[in-house]
């Protein structure tokens, strides 16, 4: 393949599966993955402003989503909140009905952004051991939510709430549960995204054209993948990369690199950490996916 438009992705769509930020707000329950993975200890938890009258969820309003795992007596999560008041301290807390949530656990706090964007990261010893045994939730399974730090009485053994402003919160979408039985070892499945040469005037596949296929992971703390690829010009380099639109996808991130064999095909191959945070919240695509794309190597900018 003698042109420079590389590999492009077969749809706008891709990685869905893994790491795409749905807008979820007015779905009906049961439609949002919300919870453990059938018997796996690997989970999501969604959250989402409310009306703190009818409790329904504001459409287009502030949300976030949580990645965790139990793994033996550890608690392992990801969060990412959207759509909050820039310059605000959040919370992410376990809280125990009824108020004040007496005996609610802080799992972790950050800033929001300019973009009203936050990132709460973090690992717990025995998080199911700590729950509290007064919380009226605990047979069905816990409340996890996102509120400002100044609504916490810090001072207060056990901690518990000293302010309620729930126009500010990030309330759960349903309730979280602790495994009863966390797993040695688990299956993890695999996702495929396949990436085609296209006509650069029509964007119409080109048949037949170089084309790649991507297995990789659907959940973990690590995104895992193997990609192979066909039909390229040997001895050309070219980078698998994060593609946000738009032009020139300022804020990229090279996944890999190869160079072609003698018979026109790549392999890379890896692992990152924190992939699912993609697409960046600058991406014309944030809602929807992230692109993947092969390119020429020469084609990045690696000075920017």
Request: proline fraction near 7%; charge should be negative; glycine fraction near 12%.
């Amino acid at each position: 393949m003698k042109r420079k438009i590389g590999l492009i992705v077969l749809a706008a769509l891709i990685l869905v599966a893994f790491c795409a930020l749905p807008a979820l707000a007015g779905h009906k329950k049961g439609k949002i993955p919300n919870g453990l993975n059938g018997k796996s200890s690997n989970g999501k938890l969604y959250l989402f402003e409310k009306d703190p009258d009818s409790w329904d969820i504001i459409e287009s309003g502030a949300w976030g989503k949580m990645n965790y795992k139990f793994r033996r007596d550890q608690f392992r999560f990801n969060f990412n909140g959207h759509g909050l008041e820039p310059g605000t301290n959040y919370t992410l807390i376990y809280y125990p009905d009824p108020w004040p949530g007496v005996g609610l656990i802080c799992l972790g706090s950050a800033v929001a952004n300019g973009g009203g964007n936050v990132h709460i990261k973090d690992r717990l010893e025995g998080l199911c051991d700590l729950l509290s045994d007064q919380d009226k939730n605990l047979k069905d399974g816990i409340k996890i939510w996102l509120i400002p730090t100044d609504d916490i009485d810090e001072d207060a053994d056990p901690l518990q709430m000293s302010g309620w402003n729930p126009g500010e919160y990030l309330f759960e979408y349903d309730l979280m549960s602790c495994p009863v039985e966390v797993p040695k070892k688990e299956k993890i499945p695999i996702g495929n995204l396949y990436l085609f040469e296209k006509d650069p005037e029509t964007w119409d596949l080109i048949k037949p054209g170089a084309w790649g296929k991507m297995d990789y992971n659907l959940w973990g703390e690590q995104f895992k993948f193997d990609f192979n690829s066909s039909g390229l010009e040997p001895g050309v380099s070219y980078t698998l990369i994060y593609y946000p639109d738009p032009w020139p996808g300022v804020g990229l991130v090279c996944l890999g690199s190869g160079v072609a064999d003698d018979k026109g095909k790549v392999h890379v191959k890896g692992e990152l950490d924190d992939l699912c945070d993609l697409p960046a919240d600058y991406d014309e695509n944030y809602v929807f996916g992230a692109k993947i794309w092969l390119i020429l190597s020469d084609d990045i900018d690696e000075s920017a």
